[in-house]
């Protein structure tokens, strides 16, 4: 079975521009989680979504929004990007709302702000 | 605060060492605990415990949860090179309606050599 897809796998953007992160689920799998994962840290939980509604906000900057679409892909929007925004983006998903809790990640997406 | 502490964070291992990897927490809601392998790419899933004193095995890897300590041991029997990466331990905390995220500790890098 597919696993998480993640696109693009690499970005690099300029200081202040704008970037989107793309994140198909597992199929059937209902709740996406975003994790940032700066270099040489642990993932830390940005966002999550079930069922089309936010779910649950760690520490996303106001700069950063998303959203859940109808087929359960999500968006993470970036804006006025900043040096320090540099990092593996992680997108996550599970069943249930979390109640499964076992939550298998996409390959990532490299973004680098130069 | 929610906390995961891992240790050790660094270990490096002969091929055929038996090695034990720890975690504890102090979170408030705790769900599960997860362990994930990461190597230079997405955290793969590799065991979640939700009950104190049952083992979970898979091939030469396997896991206990202790709820009343707030730990975790992951032990890998006959190492590999192929071991070699970073686990990962991360705790589901549940934060109300149905919904859960993971914090994560700061990882145990393992290097097994020939």
């Known amino acids: 079975a597919a696993g998480v897809i993640q696109s693009p796998r690499h970005l690099i953007k300029e200081k202040r521009e704008t970037a989107t992160l793309k994140c198909y689920p597992i199929?059937?799998?209902?709740?996406v989680y975003w994790y940032q994962q700066g270099p040489g840290q642990d993932p830390q939980f940005l966002i999550s979504?079930?069922?089309?509604?936010?779910?649950d906000k760690g520490s996303i900057p106001d700069r950063f929004s998303a959203q859940q679409f109808s087929d359960y892909h999500s968006e993470l929007n970036m804006s006025s990007l900043e040096l320090g925004d540099s990092a593996l983006y992680f997108c996550?998903?599970?069943?249930?709302?979390?109640?499964?809790?076992?939550?298998?990640f996409g390959p990532g997406t490299r973004l680098t702000v130069t | 605060e929610d906390k995961v502490v891992q240790s050790p964070l660094s270990l490096v291992v002969h091929e055929g060492d038996t090695v034990t990897l720890n975690c504890s927490y102090e979170?408030?809601?705790?769900?599960?605990l997860l362990w994930y392998k990461q190597e230079k790419k997405a955290p793969t899933f590799l065991f979640m415990l939700?009950?104190?004193?049952i083992e979970k095995k898979s091939g030469r890897l396997s896991s206990i949860l202790d709820k009343k300590e707030l730990f975790s041991i992951l032990n890998i029997t006959a190492t590999q090179t192929g071991d070699s990466a970073i686990y990962l331990c991360?705790?589901?905390?549940?934060?109300?309606?149905?919904?859960?995220?993971?914090?994560f500790g700061k990882g145990t890098l393992l290097t097994v050599n020939p």
């Open positions: 996550a998903s599970s069943k249930g709302g979390g109640r499964g809790n076992e939550q298998y």
């Open positions: 199929s059937r799998h209902d709740t």
């Open positions: 979504f079930y069922e089309k509604m936010q779910s």
């Open positions: 979170v408030t809601n705790f769900r599960s």
């Open positions: 939700t009950s104190s004193g």
């Open positions: 991360a705790v589901a905390i549940y934060s109300g309606g149905s919904n859960y995220k993971l914090t």
